[in-house]
Structure formats: C-alpha cells, structure tokens
C-alpha cells in the first residue's frame, strides 16, 4: 500500500511540475514577440508656439518679423524637401537677432538643416565683424538645439535665458 501512496504521490508531482512548466511557458510568449518593453512616442513640438515663446519671453534688442518660408529656404541654401514645417523672425538687420524652429523631415535632412545654421552664424559673423562687431559677440553665443526632427536656433540678447526656455521646450512633450 505504501509503495502504491509513494507511485501516486510521484505521480501528482510529476504532473505539477508539467503544468507549471507550461504556464511559465505560455506566460513567456503572451505578449506574441516576446518583448514587453514599452515605446516611447516619438518627440514633437508645436512649431509655432516655440517659435512665438522664443520671441516673447526672451530680450531682443530689434523688432522681428517673419518672413516668408521661401525666402528663409534661399537665405539659407537649403531645401525645401528637408523642412516639414519652420517658424521664423529676423531683425532688420540691425542686429544679428533671429529665430528659426524646424521640423525636418528625417535625421538626414536635420544634419543639413544644422549644417545651413552652422554656415549662416559664420556668414553673419564675418558681414558684421566689419561694421557692427559687438554683434560677433551674440552670434558666437547664438543657441542652436536639437531632438528628435526638431531644431531650435535662436540669436537674442540674453543667450542665458534663450539656452534655459531653448532646453525646457525641448524637454516637454
């Protein structure tokens, strides 16, 4: 009789083991791939309220204004394939002083947009080294950021406070 106990006993065991073994199993496989990380949604920004938050809560020393996207596309050499959307204010001239926030359309496009920055600050610095050079100053502390598709460049008066509202949009969602 012990022996038969014993041979049930193992019996239950065996089959215990089975079947949790096919719940740990199944439980593996429920989500249908496998990984149950969580994606995050990619990064967006609003454009124009970046844009116009730049504008207004930061110093500048000239009125703004915005100019047509075509013209800011030929001002800068770029293409109008790479940009989804823009947002822009320039000076008069009168300063350096200017705004540009892009949606590009991919990482490509982004690396020209910020290539086409990198060419516009240079430019400005040598056209106003000559006859406003304390404009050389703002430009060599303009803010220009990036995530995601996004680009933010900014040349105002106080590159302190641009670089902190420049760094808290781009931390929003």
């Given at each position: 009789?012990?022996?038969?106990?014993?041979?049930?006993?193992?019996?239950?065991?065996?089959?215990?083991?089975?079947?949790?073994?096919?719940?740990?199993?199944?439980?593996?496989?429920?989500?249908?791939?496998?990984?149950?990380?969580?994606?995050?949604?990619?990064?967006?920004?609003?454009?124009?309220?970046?844009?116009?938050r730049i504008r207004q809560e930061l110093t500048y020393?000239?009125?703004?204004?915005?100019?047509?996207?075509?013209?800011?596309?030929?001002?800068?050499?770029?293409?109008?394939?790479?940009?989804?959307?823009?947002?822009?204010?320039?000076?008069?001239?009168?300063?350096?002083?200017?705004?540009?926030?892009?949606?590009?359309?991919?990482?490509?496009?982004?690396?020209?947009?910020?290539?086409?920055?990198?060419?516009?600050?240079?430019?400005?610095?040598?056209?106003?080294?000559?006859?406003?050079?304390?404009?050389?100053?703002?430009?060599?502390?303009?803010?220009?950021?990036?995530?995601?598709?996004?680009?933010?460049?900014?040349?105002?008066?106080?590159?302190?406070?641009?670089?902190?509202?420049?760094?808290?949009?781009?931390?929003?969602?």
């Open positions: 009789m012990k022996a038969r106990n014993d041979y049930q006993i193992g019996i239950v065991f065996v089959l215990g083991l089975i079947v949790s073994s096919l719940l740990l199993v199944g439980g593996c496989g429920a989500s249908g791939t496998g990984d149950d990380s969580v994606v995050a949604a990619p990064f967006t920004l609003d454009i124009n309220s970046a844009g116009e020393r000239d009125d703004l204004e915005e100019l047509a996207p075509t013209v800011v596309y030929t001002l800068l050499g770029i293409d109008e394939n790479d940009v989804v959307d823009q947002k822009n204010y320039f000076s008069n001239g009168a300063t350096a002083e200017e705004i540009i926030v892009f949606q590009a359309v991919d990482g490509e496009a982004l690396q020209n947009l910020r290539n086409a920055i990198e060419v516009r600050i240079a430019d400005q610095k040598d056209i106003y080294a000559s006859y406003a050079p304390e404009e050389v100053v703002y430009l060599q502390n303009a803010i220009l950021e990036e995530k995601g598709d996004y680009l933010v460049y900014c040349v105002p008066a106080d590159a302190e406070a641009a670089a902190k509202l420049v760094n808290a949009l781009l931390a929003e969602r």
